[in-house]
């Protein structure tokens, strides 16, 4: 009997309905992100959580919705954010050579080979 309600156990602990959900990225955090992407003057309006900028369902996404100045310019901020249990919220941008991070504690390179 006992074998059986491990295996009730295992099978519900395994389903969908208790799969991880990241904590919901808050709009401090968001700030503090675009703040380290160097954006300035930021109005945030929107935190579309659980969706990529396309529109595509992501648990582990949330879309950034927006208005800030880049560059000196007015531009709207429609920005994918991105969730790993080591990195937290994050934008990752990958290059062949290197790759740029951003979360809320800042900015940071990555480049692995020490020839570069």
């Given at each position: 009997m006992k074998p059986i309600l491990l295996l009730i156990a295992c099978l519900l602990f395994a389903?969908?309905?208790f799969a991880f959900d990241p904590p919901?990225?808050?709009?401090?955090?968001?700030?503090?992100?675009?703040?380290?992407?160097?954006w300035k003057e930021i109005t945030l309006i929107a935190i579309r959580q659980g969706e990529t900028v396309q529109g595509?369902?992501?648990?582990i996404s949330a879309t950034v919705l927006g208005l800030g100045t880049l560059d000196g310019k007015h531009q709207k901020i429609c920005l994918t954010v991105s969730f790993d249990n080591d990195l937290k919220w994050h934008v990752l941008e990958l290059n062949q050579k290197?790759?740029?991070?951003?979360t809320k504690e800042g900015y940071r390179e990555i480049k692995p080979w020490a020839t570069w």
């Open positions: 389903s969908p309905a919901p990225l808050e709009k401090l955090e968001a700030t503090r992100i675009l703040e380290a992407m160097e595509a369902p992501s648990p290197s790759a740029r991070l951003w």
